[in-house]
C-alpha cells in the first residue's frame, strides 16, 4: 500500500497562492489517476481536481483557471499549484488515488479575507 502525504497548506490572504504537495511512500506509476480533494467544515469531501498517469486533468468548476494540478512520477510526488484563492477555498486538501483508497490526514488550509 502507498501512504500518501500531503504538506504546503496554512494561511493565507484573499488573492494568494499555495502550492501543495503530496509525497507518496512508494511508486505511483501504476496510479492511472490522482487526485486532490477537500473538505470544507461541515460539507462533504470532493474532488478538486484529477490528473492521470499520462497528463490528462480534469478540475472542480469551482476551480477551475484557479488550480493546476501535475504530477512527477519520478519523484512519486503530486503537486497542486492554486492562484486568486477565496476564503471558500478554506478546507482541508487531501491527496489520494481515483478512486480514493485509505485517507490520509490531510493539509489545513486556509484562506483569510
Known amino acids: 500500500q502507498v501512504w500518501l502525504v500531503e504538506s504546503g497548506g496554512g494561511l493565507v490572504q484573499a488573492g494568494g497562492s499555495l502550492r501543495l504537495s503530496c509525497a507518496a511512500s512508494?511508486?505511483?506509476?501504476?496510479?492511472?489517476?490522482m487526485g486532490w480533494y477537500r473538505q470544507g467544515s461541515g460539507r462533504e469531501r470532493e474532488l478538486v481536481a484529477g490528473?492521470?498517469?499520462?497528463?490528462?486533468?480534469e478540475y472542480a468548476d469551482s476551480v477551475k483557471g484557479r488550480c493546476t494540478i501535475s504530477r512527477d512520477n519520478a519523484k512519486n510526488t503530486v503537486y497542486l499549484q492554486m492562484v486568486s484563492l477565496k476564503p471558500e477555498d478554506t478546507a482541508v486538501y487531501y491527496c489520494?488515488?481515483?478512486?480514493?483508497?485509505?485517507w490520509g490526514q490531510g493539509n489545513q488550509v486556509t484562506v483569510s479575507s
Open positions: 512508494g511508486s505511483i506509476v501504476s496510479i492511472n489517476e
Open positions: 490528473i492521470t498517469v499520462d497528463g490528462r486533468t
Open positions: 489520494n488515488s481515483w478512486p480514493p483508497g485509505p
